[in-house]
């Protein structure tokens, strides 16, 4: 095939203007635009790290016809209304990749999901933010397409081993989202669009004959002697299958809390707990593009920070977590008498507000396993999030404290403009954390503050809690069959079952476990 690669350093200017990108790919390779048939876009990424932020472009370019997979992804799916089943419990990216997955290999996924479909899922958030009231099944966790698809649209992920990260996104360009997902180093689509690639996923599935049943959370589990048959939801019905996947994310408390009953092995694990972190955009911009404005052409700016402390003798991490330029704060709590924050950001990261979560790591050792065994970290997270609550009053409402007096430990000081909309309460953050937590957030935030020059400061002001970066229980699996090592035709999936971290790396794990149930099934056939 006849095609030459090209890698161009551009000006914001000129990287983000498609007519201009092409012309200047086309001279570097040296060629003439009838040359070309066709320029394919590999990466593009930005180089801050100059005096001018620039922009690196990868692609190549076809002198003759380049072939099928390279102009469009085309993905077949047959109809499998017939087929053997698979019940998948929960719909985020994890349950509907693995289904769309089944339906290629000619499985027919019946896919549980707890919460309600995207439309009537906003009815509840807008509960959650102007009226405080929280439906323990639908919310910023929990509905059609998980936690991701009204917390943020992030698909970078450094799993590239967990699968073909290129497929997951030309899946997602097939069913509505913009083909630069293909080729930014950061890829991100946006909450605001996803909803609706959530929906012509679902749509996916049921035209292919699998079904997608919504407010069907999950009460039992149908076993006979270590296998499981299928699953019973809290409206007396049964759905038995040749396999379960347990893909419900990393907040489904009550799955954990059914298994340990049920004496199916579950083990504590590590995670992290903090908070956000609120900058006006302007300000991280500033520090990241080292410029009073960034223009028209550039993106809103990120950062990555990561610190070790030590206290007690011990060091652990403190690092950012989920950062959202040009995004929102939203509540994220799954039960009342809770308060949980998370970060959105619109595709077009056009708030005025940046914010981060900013998180401690805990470790096993930092769990009372003696009292609560393998739900430790799980109670942790749960007397962390109530006491946010309490501290704030009881409702939605936010504890938070300027960035500036919460390093000094210094009270007192008025709160700034928010963009989490339930309101803050101000509190002395250091009372809401261990002494351990609080003397490592603060740490933190000051050898941030000397790497980006400008981030400490009074114009910034953290928000608690940020506790559900991971789940603090992991459901122990086969290495090679990915089934549970007690339970046979157990498939313990993603986030929840602690083996991904994020949209795309769930997404893969989804289809890794349905190729698994799929190779079992056709050797049993």
């Known amino acids: 095939m006849n095609k030459k690669e090209v890698e161009v350093v551009l000006s914001p200017e000129v990287a983000y203007n498609d007519e201009l990108l092409e ?3 086309i001279v570097s390779a040296g060629l003439k635009p009838d040359d070309v048939k066709h320029i394919h876009r590999i990466k593009r990424s930005i180089d801050a790290r100059g005096r001018q932020v620039l922009l690196r472009v990868r692609a ?24 053997r089943k698979v019940i998948i419990v929960g719909a985020g990216p994890a349950g509907l990749f693995a289904a769309l997955r089944c339906i290629e290999l000619e499985l027919k996924p019946i896919v549980l999901e707890r919460g309600k479909d995207v439309r009537a899922r906003r009815r509840d958030l807008a509960a959650i933010n102007k009226d405080h009231v929280v439906n323990p099944d639908s919310n910023y966790c929990f509905g059609e397409g998980g936690a991701g698809t009204y917390s943020d649209g992030k698909l970078y992920t450094r799993s590239k081993k967990r699968g073909d990260l290129q497929r997951i996104l030309e899946i997602f360009v097939q069913h509505g989202a913009t083909r630069d997902i293909l080729f930014d180093a950061h890829p991100h689509i946006g909450t605001n669009k996803l909803p609706r690639i959530i929906s012509a996923i679902r749509e996916s599935i049921e035209a292919a004959g699998g079904e997608v049943l919504f407010d069907k959370r999950v009460t039992d589990f149908i076993l006979e002697q270590d296998e499981m048959k299928g699953v019973v939801t809290q409206d007396g019905q049964e759905y038995t299958g040749e396999a379960v996947i347990l893909a419900t994310g990393h907040s489904a408390r009550d799955i954990f809390e059914l298994l340990h009953h049920k004496g199916i092995t579950i083990e504590a694990k590590p995670f992290a707990m903090g908070v956000r972190v609120e900058h006006q955009q302007k300000l991280i911009d500033s520090i990241q593009y080292k410029c009073e404005d960034r223009g028209c052409w550039l993106p809103a700016s990120s950062y990555a920070l990561v610190h070790q402390t030590v206290y007690d003798n011990k060091q652990r991490g403190i690092f950012s977590f989920c950062m959202c330029p040009g995004g929102f704060i939203v509540p994220s709590a799954t039960a009342p008498g809770e308060v949980v924050v998370n970060g959105m950001s619109p595709s077009r990261r056009d708030s005025k507000f940046a914010n981060s979560g900013i998180v401690v790591a805990i470790e096993l050792e930092d769990m009372e396993l003696e009292k609560y065994g393998p739900l430790a970290g799980l109670r942790m997270q749960e007397a962390l999030e109530r006491k946010a609550c309490e501290m704030a009053g009881g409702t939605q409402k936010a504890p938070a404290q300027l960035l500036l007096d919460f390093t000094r430990q210094k009270t007192g000081g008025t709160l700034l403009e928010t963009s989490y909309q339930p309101g803050l ?34 114009d910034a002001q953290i928000i608690g809690v940020e506790s559900r970066t991971s789940s603090p229980v992991r459901i122990p699996r086969d290495r090679e069959t990915m089934e549970h090592v007690q339970i046979k035709n157990l498939y ?28 079992k099934v056709l050797r049993q056939v």
């Open 23 to 25: 012309r200047e790919l």
């Open 60 to 83: 190549d370019l076809y002198l003759d016809t380049p072939p099928a997979d390279i102009l469009s992804a085309r993905y077949s799916y047959p109809n499998v209304s017939n087929a």
């Open 425 to 458: 309460t101000p509190v002395d953050m250091n009372e809401l954390f261990s002494p351990a937590m609080a003397y490592r957030l603060r740490e933190g935030f000051k050898t941030f503050g000397n790497k980006m020059r400008g981030y400490l400061s009074n």
């Open 492 to 519: 313990p999936c993603a986030e929840g079952a602690g083996y991904a971290g994020g949209i795309a790396s769930a997404a893969m794990d989804g289809e890794r476990c349905a190729e698994k149930i799929a190779a």
